[in-house]
């Protein structure tokens, strides 16, 4: 959950994709978009990046949709 790109990390990385893919600026094809929505309200958007940003971090432990 959060790594986007699939390199077994959620880092900057992956939050930069969730805005990239947000503004339209990135093909969703490559990404792991199951792993990008963090909140489960079912978008992919800047709210997801922030979580994103915040597990990197260390803002915060886990993402809302786990609990």
Known sequence: LGDVNGDGLVDTTDAKL?????????????LNLDAADVNGDGL???????????????LIDKFPIEG
């Open 18 to 30: 969730i805005m990239q893919l947000d503004l339209g600026l990135v093909d969703g094809s490559a």
């Open 44 to 58: 992919v958007d800047t709210t997801d990046a922030k979580l994103v940003m915040q597990k990197d971090l260390d």
